[in-house]
């Protein structure tokens, strides 16, 4: 993982406010958007989703300020449009999705709109091609969309 996440703009005090949220989440005490906990969706898939997606896209896949996309069909302020709502996400099938989850979004891709990497893999390279096609039937629930 780079350094402040790819996100030299970070200040101390936003690192600070990043690691007590996601220890909040890891203690189940909040979701990303701020949700209480147990309003997102639990199981294999969601576990998954949470180990390597959640710190930038959040639990619920709402996004978090700064570093990820929202997953969900609303816009979220300084994300952008949701992938749920982008053409972009409705327009790839899984095994394209699987693909982009392998590869990652390099900084200088010029579709990347957050200023920050995309690392390959969410930055866990244990996961396999199975656990990432879990990962995306995760997506697709949030997306309110069955798998292909």
Do not use: Y
Request: aromatic content about 2%.
């Amino acid at each position: 993982m780079p350094p402040k996440g790819g996100n030299p703009a970070l200040t101390d005090d936003e690192l600070r406010s990043i690691i007590k949220h996601i220890r909040d989440l890891q203690s189940g005490k909040e979701s990303a958007a701020g949700a209480p906990a147990g309003s997102v969706p639990t199981g294999p898939e969601a576990a998954l989703f949470v180990a390597s997606c959640s710190s930038c896209h959040g639990a619920d896949g709402g996004g978090v300020e700064g570093l990820g996309k929202s997953l969900k069909d609303s816009e979220v302020e300084g994300l952008g449009k949701s992938l749920k709502d982008s053409e972009w996400a409705k327009g790839k099938s899984d095994d394209e999705l699987l693909a982009f989850i392998k590869q990652g979004r390099p900084i200088w891709d010029a579709e990347n709109t957050t200023g920050i990497d995309m690392p390959p893999k969410g930055g866990n390279p244990a996961l396999t091609d199975e656990d990432i096609r879990a990962i995306i039937k995760h997506i697709r629930t949030l997306q309110g969309k069955t798998q292909e």
